[in-house]
Every structure is written in structure tokens, then in C-alpha cells.
């Protein structure tokens, strides 16, 4: 019995190391060629649509100049944008920040949230935006963000050319990447999230998740839609699988680029991920139900993706570790020990590769310390995530059980942030 339960715990790891080096392929051959068509793409971007970016805030005193300096910059018809900042029941001087920025720039505007919705959560404060904005294309940004001066050009762009995409998705870089171990981390699974997951699966099945910062979409899909859900945690993941159940696809296209600060302590990782894993986990859990009753195949693939990564895989990794350490002590009559040693060096070296060839598509990424880092990443950082998804698993439960509304799960900045990025 030991032995079938270890043998199936190793299946369901390798089925998830296999399928990732699958997309890994797929994400280089996205990022060989994501860049062909723009100079015919360029060529539509002669009347562009009216554009709504929404930034939510709560509390963002720290980092809100910076976000808003990279806005006033941003290449776009000012004429046909307006830079919404959501100040959302803030303590802090971030809604006086925002009114300096209003002042100076006609476009930038704070809007003050209010009773029902006011303190209600991310989902709540875009809700209230997109209620009060008249753009054709709505772009969210998180309020420690900083795009690139051409970020939004970019989203609009990958809209324009694909009338079957809902929304655009760009990519995210680490800002503050070589501030902790934690960050360097963080750094790496970033880079591998966006060139493996999203430009796999973009290039592969032609699905790409709505991150929280960093896309646009179009109006007439989110009144469509009624909008984010106020009970998700990861409203992103939920309006990804509305959005393809509506018939729609969502393009990623890595050349509209924003630079983000990352959690620098445990603490705040810790509370970070367990927000986002909930998420995921609620949409799991409330899109299942829906399974045979929902229309797009491609969303029912990728709904199971996130079912197998958030329950199968971490259920197998769980299984085999405890099988293993349990042997150890008892006789349980486990016989495979030789055989999970060679598997589990063949999955090291795996997770080895796969992670360096993706590093190497961001240059700057591609050395000696991250090589170690890799290694290091391997036996800490990937271990915590096992943990941690179990936690969230039974925090998302008790949630459901007992009807918990949804609030500000805010991220903590840390030191001011520089402008990179904001320039280029």
C-alpha cells in the first residue's frame, strides 16, 4: 500500500515538472517572436481609443509619488487619458500625494471611495472606477508600480491588433531584486512565471492569466461582465475565467513592461501569497462547481491547471515527504528508497534547467549568483510554498464556511522606490 501511494504521489510531481518544461519551450519560442509584428501593428495605432488607468490605494503614502511620477510620463494622447487614483478609506497622506499630482497634471484625478464600498477591498475600489470613468479601455496598475513610458501604448496596441482578446497582459520586473535573499527569490520566480506560465501557455494554448497590474481591458467586456467580484482575493484569476468563458481570449504580449516592489521580509511574503494562493483557490472551488456548464475548453483546461497546481501537485509533494519521513521511523514497507533518490536528483536538475534557460531570456539575469540562488531556491523558497498552500487551504475553507467578507489584504512597502523603468 505504502509503495502505490509513494508511486502516485510521483506521478502527480512529474506530471507538473514535466508539463512546466513544456511550457518553458513554449515561452522561449514566444519571446524569440512576440516582437515581429509591432512595426505593422505600429501602423493602426493612428486613432487610438480613450484610455481609463485605475490605480487602487490604501495606505500608499510610500510609494504613490513615485507610481504617479511614472504616469506623467507616460506615452499617450493626454487628450484621451485619465489616470484614476482610487484612495480607498487611506490613514496616510497618500490621497494628499495624489491631489499635488491632480493639480499639476489635468489628467491625473483622485477619486475618494464611499459608503458601502469604502475599505471593502481591491475588487470594490475598481468596481467604484469603472462606475465613474468614460474610457474605452480600462489599464489597472497596483500603486507601487512604475511601467515603462511606453507600457500603456503597448496595451492598447495588443488590443487593437487582436479583436478576439479581451484584455492584454504585459510583464512585470522586480524593482527592488537585489535588496534580500528574499527578493533575489522573488526576482526568479517572476521571470519564471511570466516566460513559462504565461508565455507557455499564451503560446502553446493561446491562454494567459489576468495579472493584478499591468493589462487592459476593454469596458464593454467588464460592464459585460458586471465587473470584478468583491468576494475574490484574486480578483485577476476570477475575471481571467469569466472573461474566456465569455468567448473572449487574453493576450500576452511582454513588450508592455512595469517594474513592482516585492515583499523584502518573511512576514510580509508570508501574508502576500497566502492572500494570493486563497484566491486561487477560491476560483478553483467556486468555478468547479460550474465545470460541465462552463463553454470554453480552453478555460476548462486551464482551470484544471490551477485545481492540479493548488491541490494534486502540492498533495503529491506532501505525500511523498511524509511517506519518506515516516519510513524512516517506522517500517511501513516503503521499498522504493532507491528509486525516489534517482527520481528526486533527475527533478533537482530539472528544476535546475528549466529555471536558468528561462533566466537567460532577461540578460541581465543570466549569472553566477543567480546560478547559486537557484540552488538555494530549491531547498527554501520552493519548500515554504508547500506550507503555505496547505495554511491557505484551511484559512479559504473556514472563509466559505463562515461567509467572512472580503478586506484590504495590502501588501507592506518598504523604502521608497526609485524610477527605473519609468524612463524607458
Not at 475575471?239 to 473572449?248: D, P, S
Not at 478553483?284 to 497546481?309: A, E, G, H, M, N
Request: glycine share 4%; net charge positive.
Amino acid at each position: 500500500m505504502a509503495n502505490t501511494l509513494f508511486f502516485i504521489s510521483l506521478f502527480l510531481i512529474w506530471v507538473m515538472l514535466l508539463y512546466h518544461m513544456f511550457l518553458m519551450e513554449g515561452g522561449y519560442l514566444h519571446f524569440r517572436s512576440f516582437e515581429k509584428p509591432i512595426d505593422q501593428w505600429s501602423k493602426r495605432m493612428r486613432n487610438v481609443p480613450s484610455v481609463s488607468v485605475f490605480i487602487p490605494a490604501h495606505n500608499e503614502a510610500l510609494v504613490i509619488e513615485q507610481t504617479l511620477r511614472a504616469m506623467s510620463r507616460l506615452y499617450y494622447p493626454k487628450d484621451k487619458l485619465e489616470v484614476i487614483v482610487i484612495n480607498d478609506n487611506s490613514s496616510d497622506d497618500t490621497g494628499v500625494i495624489a491631489s499635488k499630482y491632480a493639480e499639476k497634471f489635468p489628467f491625473i484625478r483622485v477619486m475618494e471611495t464611499v459608503e458601502p464600498n469604502k475599505g471593502k477591498g481591491k475588487s470594490s475600489a475598481l468596481n467604484a472606477a469603472l462606475a465613474d470613468s468614460a474610457g474605452e479601455i480600462v489599464v489597472v496598475y497596483d500603486a507601487d508600480n512604475t511601467p515603462e513610458r511606453m507600457a500603456v501604448w503597448y496595451l492598447v496596441m495588443g488590443l487593437i491588433n487582436d479583436p478576439k482578446a479581451a484584455a492584454t497582459v504585459g510583464k512585470f520586473r522586480v524593482i527592488n531584486a537585489a535588496e534580500t535573499w528574499l527578493t533575489r527569490f522573488i526576482n526568479i520566480e517572476t521571470i519564471c512565471f511570466q516566460w513559462m506560465a504565461q508565455g507557455g501557455r499564451w503560446k502553446w494554448f493561446k491562454v494567459a492569466t489576468i495579472p493584478g497590474t499591468n493589462f487592459a481591458i476593454r469596458r464593454s467586456i467588464l460592464e459585460q461582465l458586471g465587473g470584478w467580484d468583491v468576494k475574490a482575493l484574486a480578483e485577476d484569476t476570477e475575471l481571467t475565467i469569466r472573461v474566456y468563458n465569455l468567448g473572449y481570449h487574453i493576450h500576452f504580449f511582454p513588450k508592455a513592461i512595469t517594474w513592482e516592489q516585492e515583499p523584502e521580509t518573511l512576514k510580509v511574503w508570508w501574508k502576500q501569497r497566502t492572500r494570493w494562493a486563497r484566491g486561487n483557490q477560491y476560483v478553483v472551488l467556486k468555478f468547479l462547481s460550474q465545470f460541465f456548464t462552463l463553454k470554453r475548453k480552453s478555460i476548462i483546461f486551464d482551470l484544471f491547471y490551477f485545481f492540479f497546481t493548488y491541490f494534486l501537485f502540492f498533495f503529491g509533494v506532501i505525500l511523498s515527504n511524509a511517506l519518506f519521513i515516516i519510513n524512516l521511523f517506522y517500517d511501513i514497507g516503503l521499498t522504493v528508497g532507491d528509486i525516489a533518490l534517482v527520481l528526486w536528483v533527475l527533478a533537482f536538475l530539472l528544476f535546475l534547467g528549466e529555471v536558468m534557460i528561462t533566466l537567460s531570456i532577461e540578460k541581465t539575469e543570466m549569472n553566477r549568483k543567480n546560478f547559486f540562488y537557484v540552488i538555494l531556491m530549491y531547498f527554501t523558497y520552493s519548500q515554504m510554498w508547500i506550507v503555505l498552500v496547505v495554511w491557505s487551504l484551511l484559512l479559504e475553507i473556514k472563509r466559505m464556511l463562515t461567509g467572512q467578507e472580503v478586506q484590504w489584504y495590502k501588501t507592506e512597502r518598504f523604502s521608497k522606490q526609485s524610477d527605473k523603468g519609468a524612463d524607458k
